[in-house]
């Protein structure tokens, strides 16, 4: 099948308010049919989408900024995405992997091994949502070590099933009321420089005196962290935080997971956080931007450890599905073949810098920090670091009454984060950004 470009143009295009007459009569069908657990942050219903284009049902364009939650790196509707997905679908739509095997999965798993941090042997195992891989890879390291103890973080988020629940951080509105959780999960302080004012080091240490203290390293069968936290806050540990995790670890025994389904793909300017601090982890888990939007992840690790699974215990009936498969091959390609991690990189220092001039001139931004594309600002009543979230709020409702997607995020509510589509231009990221300091100085003001 060619591919087709879009004829949908990169440009923001407000032509009713937003939301706007069309979206406001699905929403009021949304009312009576969905239940309200399932919310949306900004209820515009999308038609279309191109780049870092979404058309809403009235026709308004707007600039999207947050990836559908860092997914579509490689753009909406990637036209070498699109066909993939087109010509798979056309030949066949599943099999079951553990009924009767397909190739698309097995070179996913190829391109797992091939890309993520280290050159030991490794395996993948393919699984439907983040939640689901981040399940297994516990499976596998509670297994493979015989111990039962996993070690999380402050601010940590991994997901909402009830394994993954209780490994998350936030009460609301995750966990609220849906307990009991999982036992044998323990939380420890993170690194969060502009609180803790620590040292990767020191935070570090005080880290595993927590371990040693409350858990015992030979109970310990892993350390699951997200090598800069997402929906947490983008909070950047300090250097040498992980190295030092990452080397207590091994010295004992125990699996070091690193949870890169948001951080994955290209979003911080390398293929996987890990690798700007030369960690090497023994499990990796990854979602999110690895298909452009077709549900699939991974648990990708050590052999020996993956390896350490009986056959049939880990599986499910979509778990790497051929259509998800090959719009995940073609987004890795195209990834390699328009080297969007540097791009991220060139996003990344547009994006720090002009949140920084304007962290100059407003008290309520506190920090501006993340990596590649994946950069936030924290917003403080000003002089303090008392959280501002009816700032963060105040500010992303006033970008989405402007066609501009933003999203919030932080326990406590007051971060603003930047996830644009890698392939957004110059120009479109301005205008976005243009959109936001607007909105931040007049909130603010
Ligand atoms: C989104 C996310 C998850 C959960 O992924 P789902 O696909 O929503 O289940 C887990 N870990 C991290 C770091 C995430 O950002």
Redesign the pocket.
């Known amino acids: 099948m060619a591919e087709q470009p879009s004829d949908i143009e990169q440009t923001r295009v407000v032509l009713t308010e937003i939301p706007g007459p069309a979206s406001q009569a699905i929403h009021a069908r949304r009312e009576a049919a969905v239940s309200t657990g399932v919310s949306s942050g900004l209820p515009v219903y999308i038609e279309r989408g191109a780049g870092a284009i979404l058309v809403d049902a009235d026709g308004n364009q707007l600039i999207d900024l947050g990836s559908g ?1 860092a997914v579509a790196s490689v753009g909406h509707a990637h036209p070498a995405v699109a066909s993939a997905v087109a010509e798979q679908a056309a030949s066949f739509i599943h099999t079951c992997f553990m009924v009767t095997p397909y190739e698309e999965y097995v070179a996913v798993a190829e391109a797992l091994s091939e890309l993520t941090p280290g050159d030991h042997p490794k395996v993948s195992a393919l699984f439907n ?4 891989a ?1 399940e297994n890879a516990v499976k596998v390291a509670r297994l493979a070590t015989s111990r039962a103890a996993i070690i999380v973080f402050e601010n940590a ?4 099933t009830n394994l ?1 629940m209780a490994l998350t951080a936030k009460n609301m509105p995750y966990k609220d009321r849906f307990g009991p959780f999982a036992p044998e999960i323990y939380r420890v302080p993170m690194s969060y420089p502009l609180r803790d004012g620590l040292t990767g080091p020191e935070a570090a240490a005080r880290a595993i005196q927590a371990i040693d203290t409350l858990v015992g390293a030979h109970n310990v069968a892993a350390v699951l962290i ?1 090598p800069i936290q ?2 947490g806050g983008f909070i950047v540990p300090a250097p040498g935080f992980l190295p030092a995790l990452s080397a207590w670890s091994i010295a004992n025994g125990v699996v070091f997971i690193a ?1 890169e ?2 951080t994955g793909f290209c979003r911080t300017g390398d293929w996987f956080a890990c690798e700007h601090e030369g960690v090497i982890p023994d499990l990796i ?1 990854t ?2 931007g690895i298909a452009a939007g077709m549900p699939i ?1 991974a648990v990708t690790g050590r052999t020996e450890l993956m390896d350490a699974v009986h056959p049939g215990g880990l599986g499910g009936t979509y778990g790497g599905n051929p259509v998800a498969a090959a719009a995940s091959l073609a987004t890795i390609k195209v990834m390699r073949d328009e080297n969007l991690a540097d791009r991220a990189r060139e996003i990344g220092a547009t994006i720090t810098a002009r949140l920084e001039r304007l962290a100059g001139d407003l008290g309520a931004i506190a920090e501006v920090r993340g990596r590649g594309a994946m950069i936030a600002c924290e917003l403080v009543v000003p002089g303090t670091l008392e959280p501002d979230a009816a700032l963060a709020k105040a500010v992303v409702t006033e970008c989405g009454a402007n066609g501009v997607i933003a999203l919030s995020c932080g326990t406590y509510g007051n971060v603003l984060r930047l996830l644009p589509p890698l392939v957004i231009s110059d120009d479109l990221l301005n205008d976005g950004l243009d959109v936001l300091e607007s909105a931040l100085r007049a909130a603010s003001s």
Not at 129 to 132: D, K, P, R, Y
Not at 157 to 160: I, S
């Open positions: 939650i949502s983040g939640a689901e981040v988020y991994h997901g909402r993954t997200e997402g929906e949870d389904i948001q888990t979602a999110k992840a």
